[in-house]
Structures are given as structure tokens and as C-alpha cells.
């Protein structure tokens, strides 16, 4: 039985629309979304300079940026609300505390240290102007931000592993390492250990290691949940070293991650998920 030729126009119609979206994934549609969401809120931005909802342009302009991956353009929102925010009276201490941890935080992940710097600097002077005790809070922590390994740093790390032996990040040269700091009472840290696995087992013959550091507080659990989740790779007690190891990274938050290259030397920090492979793939290959 042949089609009603009005049906047969529809669908032919209905293939020219679904046919590109089909050989796309859903990464790249959602990609798109978001470059072309980021492109009309900057423009925005740019022709409205006093909206009222100004704020909440900007929040969404970075937003977008981020799921876009468009890293130079989130930098550069959040370096434009952070110099508009602390010139501000009064001054919208939470708001802007927000906003120069992010430029702190990925600025450091970038290798930009000098920004952090630049931010830690503003905030130790609104401290001392203002007398605003989160101010002071944020200048401490980006402090301690700034004392953590960065991007071209040569990692220096020994321990003693939960099976007592001795280790130093020297033994592994000629391989990359991610040195994981984590905890089991760490949810954000439960919940990248999947990727972490699928990540060792596709890459580990080809020189890829794991370093486990454990934050938590009693080892025996640890010890469980390591046989329970079938965790493979190297794990140190951080309370069993003769010294903290968190202590010596300046680990104010977990997971905190390093990633190292062959030679020694930190070439990504926080690499999650996705940012880890493609790591992995420049650095040892598919």
C-alpha cells in the first residue's frame, strides 16, 4: 500500500531536520547550547551596562561559559564582576568573596598564579580597610591556595602505603601519576571514583599509576572499603605518615588532585572525569 503523498512530504521534511541532530551526541548539542547562550549574554552585557538584572546576567554569562568549556571567556567574566564588585559601597563582602575564589580557583587550575596573587593582594587590603573578618578569611585561604603546588612544579612525595610499604613519587619516573587526595566521608570523591577506574584500567599498561592519600580518620574502614569498591592502586594512611601529607600540599579541601608527567613535574590540577582523559590522551596516547 503506497503512503498518502501529503505523509510521504512530512517525513521527508521530519528526516531533513532529525538527521543532523542524529549524528551528533549529546555532548555537542549541549555545546552548542551554551556557546550560543554565552555569545547573546555577552552581547548583553556589553549593550546594557546598567540593567537591573545585571547580576544575574553575569552569573549566567559565567555559568554558560563553563559548560561550554570556554575557559578564557569565564576568566574574563569573572576578572570583570570581581573589579566591579570590590569597588562597590558597601562592599557585598559574600558576594564577592564567590566570586574571587572562582577566579582564584580556576586561574591556579590554569597555571595563572599571578591572578591568584593579584586576587589574594585585593582581598588582604580590603581586610585591613575594611576590618571585614571575610575578607581576612578569604586572603588566609587563598594564601594557603597559592602555598599548594602549580602547574610546572616538581612533585616531591614518599609514604608508607596500608601494606607498609615504602614509596617515594621518584619510583614511578618515566610514568604519570594522579596523586588523589580523598576520604570515604567525601561524596564529590565517591563519586569520581568510577571514572577514576575506568580511567586506570584503560590507561595503567600503557604507564598510567594512581596515588591515593586517605584523610580519613580511622584506617580500618578505609581498609574495607579500598577490598569492598576492588581499588587497585597504591593508597597512603595520611595519619600514618611521620608527617601530614595534607599538611605539606596545603590540602584545604578534598578531592584535591594532581596530575604528573613523566618527568616529575604537575601538568593539571583537579583533572575530573572527562579533563582527565583528555589528559591522559595527550600524555600517553589512546
Known amino acids: 500500500m503506497r503512503k498518502p503523498k501529503q505523509i510521504t512530504s512530512l517525513l521527508s521534511i521530519a528526516a531533513c531536520f532529525l538527521s543532523p541532530l542524529s549524528a551528533q551526541t549529546v555532548q555537542e548539542i549541549t555545546q552548542k547550547h551554551y556557546d550560543a547562550m554565552l555569545t547573546e549574554l555577552r552581547g548583553y552585557i556589553e549593550a546594557n551596562p546598567g540593567a537591573e538584572d545585571m547580576n544575574e546576567a553575569v552569573s549566567k554569562a559565567i555559568e554558560s561559559a563553563y559548560y561550554a568549556d570556554n575557559k578564557p571567556a569565564m576568566l574574563e567574566l569573572l576578572q570583570n564582576q570581581f573589579d566591579s564588585l570590590k569597588t562597590k559601597t558597601p562592599l557585598p563582602s559574600q558576594e564577592l568573596a564567590q566570586t574571587g575564589m572562582m577566579l582564584a580557583q580556576f586561574s591556579m587550575e590554569s597555571g595563572n598564579s599571578e591572578t591568584v596573587k593579584t586576587v ?16 581576612q578569611q578569604v586572603s588566609s585561604m587563598l594564601g594557603d591556595m597559592l602555598s599548594k603546588p602549580g602547574i610546572g612544579t ?32 567525601c561524596g564529590p570523591c565517591i563519586a569520581e571514583l568510577p571514572k577514576l577506574k575506568e580511567a586506570y584500567a584503560k590507561y595503567h599498561d600503557q604507564g598510567f599509576e594512581i596515588i591515593g592519600i586517605s584523610l580519613d580518620e ?26 601530614s601529607l595534607a599538611e605539606q600540599f596545603s590540602i584545604t579541601s578534598i578531592p584535591s588532585l594532581f596530575l ?15 579533563a582527565l582523559e583528555a589528559e591522559l590522551k595527550k600524555l600517553l596516547g589512546e
Do not use: C
Open 154 to 185: 616538581h612533585l616531591e612525595l614518599s609514604g608508607t602505603t596500608l601494606e607498609g610499604k615504602e614509596i617515594s613519587l621518584r619510583d614511578y619516573e618515566g610514568k604519570v601519576v594522579l596523586v588523589d587526595f580523598w576520604a570515604t566521608w
Open 260 to 274: 604528573v608527567d613523566k618527568t616529575g613535574t604537575v601538568v593539571a590540577l583537579d583533572p575530573r572525569g572527562d
Open 218 to 243: 580511622s584506617v580500618e574502614p578505609l581498609k574495607k572499603f579500598i577490598a569492598e569498591n576492588g581499588i587497585e592502586w597504591v593508597n597512603l594512611f595520611d595519619q600514618d605518615q611521620t608527617a
Open 120 to 135: 589574594q593582594t585585593a582581598f588582604a587590603e580590603l581586610a585591613e580597610t575594611t576590618g571585614d573578618p571575610i575578607m
